[in-house]
């Protein structure tokens, strides 16, 4: 055999392994392309979503982070996007939506399902291009005996700012709490959306609130600052090994405390609040919400999958999550009955978290504000609340805003 022989052989050799690797050209493979999916959930949490994709018969690629939003962004700049994205939040979905890279979701879900606040819109961006997939109850404090005095001092509370993606955020869901309870509703959606001035009066009484109850201990709010908002690894989260009496936390964090959960009861944190107590005017809310990037059949029929009734009740009773979908019944057991009933209550809106719907710019200066507040709460705070305006003044003119923020259920 001549070398020039050898040298063909080597290359057919190649070109079939190339074949064989689905490297060959479109139609060389019967091979169904895998969804590609980026969500939230890790670890166990992970695994249960997961049991729920395998139930579709589709095939799929599953990658779960904590920095959601960080990894979509790199994918995105890198022209290599999920099929669908999943993300705390609809705030970076609208900048998203404003350039064109979301696919309609007409006729994947049912609109009559999700009510309000779970479908919000944004001026001049089509409609349905986002739906959740997972809703969280927040305005509620976690405790395992009774509830402190109230309002509860800092020596009370369990804290923790550490996370695995951007921090900050268990800080902003207090100053969004006190806007809300203080405030109301109206002002609060004002406030979210850009309408109403981070160094109007309001914003800063609650956020000087806030800094007060720090300022008490200045070295507990050091230590809070450092500490995971789930707790010590390997632990029961904070509420069961932080040397605290009282979380306030969404619903997930049941899920911190594991084989303890039983003995953690909550209720409405407006009587706890510094400053307080006050009256419940309204529950903050959060959710988890997907859109599709990618044009392929299966990748819309997994989000009619995952948005269907059944899907969304066997997501809840296996993953142990809360659906915003109107459709499916009720969970049993004290606790997810309690935040079921806040979910439909028609009596006080339902406000999605604040931090969620501004653009990303806001509002990570927004959470860098407060970890400088945990830092220095003895520092007043109208400064850094104008060096956030500057971040807001700064958006574009044509930046859309989200309507829908707050609403009764339906």
């Keep these: 055999m001549t070398p020039h022989t050898r040298a063909i052989l080597l290359v057919l050799a190649l ?32 695994q249960r979503f997961k049991d729920v994709l395998d139930g579709f018969g589709i095939p799929y690629t599953y990658q779960g982070t ?9 994918e995105v700049q890198a022209g290599d996007p999920p099929d669908i994205a999943i993300l705390p939040g609809v705030g970076e979905l609208v900048e998203y939506a404003d350039e064109g890279r979301l696919r309609s979701l007409k006729g994947l879900y ?26 969280d109850l927040k305005s ?27 921090s900050g955020w268990p800080g902003s869901d207090w100053i969004e709490d006190l806007i809300l309870q203080r405030a109301g509703p109206v002002l609060y959606a004002r406030w979210a959306t850009g309408d109403l001035d981070w160094t109007d009066d309001r914003v800063v009484a609650a956020w000087t609130t806030w800094a007060g109850m720090l300022a008490q201990d200045p070295d507990r709010a050091g230590h809070m600052l450092l500490a995971d908002h789930r707790g010590p690894a390997g632990g029961h ?22 084989d303890r959960g039983g003995r953690a009861a909550f209720g409405d944190s ?14 903050e809310v959060s959710a988890d919400f997907a859109a599709l990037f990618g044009r392929s059949g299966p990748a819309r029929e997994m989000i009619r999958r995952l948005a269907s009734r059944d899907a969304q009740e066997e997501w809840g009773r296996t993953g142990g999550v809360f659906s915003a979908n109107a459709a499916v019944p009720p969970k049993t057991g004290t606790v997810d009955q309690q935040v ?20 990303a710019a806001v509002r990570d200066a927004f959470y860098e504000a407060v970890l400088l507040t945990m830092a220095h709460p003895a520092e007043p705070v109208r400064s850094r609340l104008a060096d956030i305006q500057k971040v807001q003044d700064a958006q574009p003119s044509d930046t859309r805003r989200l309507t829908g923020v707050c609403g009764r259920p339906q």
Excluded at 66 to 73: F, G, H, I, S, Y
Excluded at 270 to 283: C, I, S
């Design 15 to 46: 070109f079939m392994t190339a074949a064989g690797c689905g490297l060959a050209a479109p139609g060389g493979s019967d091979a169904e392309p895998e969804v590609t999916i980026l969500g939230p959930w890790t670890d166990a949490q992970e």
């Design 66 to 74: 904590a920095a959601t939003r960080e990894v979509l962004l790199a």
């Design 110 to 135: 049912d609109p009559e399902e999700y009510g309000n606040p779970w479908r919000p819109g944004a001026e001049g961006v089509a409609g349905d291009l986002w739906v959740p997939l997972k809703a």
């Design 140 to 166: 509620i404090v976690w405790y395992r005996d009774a509830p402190a005095p109230r309002p509860a001092p800092l020596a009370s509370w369990c804290i923790g700012m550490g996370d695995d993606g951007a």
């Design 237 to 258: 989260g904070l509420l069961f090994g932080g040397g605290c009496d009282l979380e306030h936390q969404g619903s997930f964090a049941r899920a911190f405390y594991g």
């Design 270 to 283: 407006a009587p706890l609040l510094p400053g307080g107590p006050y009256t419940v005017k309204a529950h």
């Design 340 to 359: 079921s009933r806040r979910f439909t209550d028609q009596r006080v809106p339902l406000c999605l978290d604040a931090s969620d719907v501004m653009p």
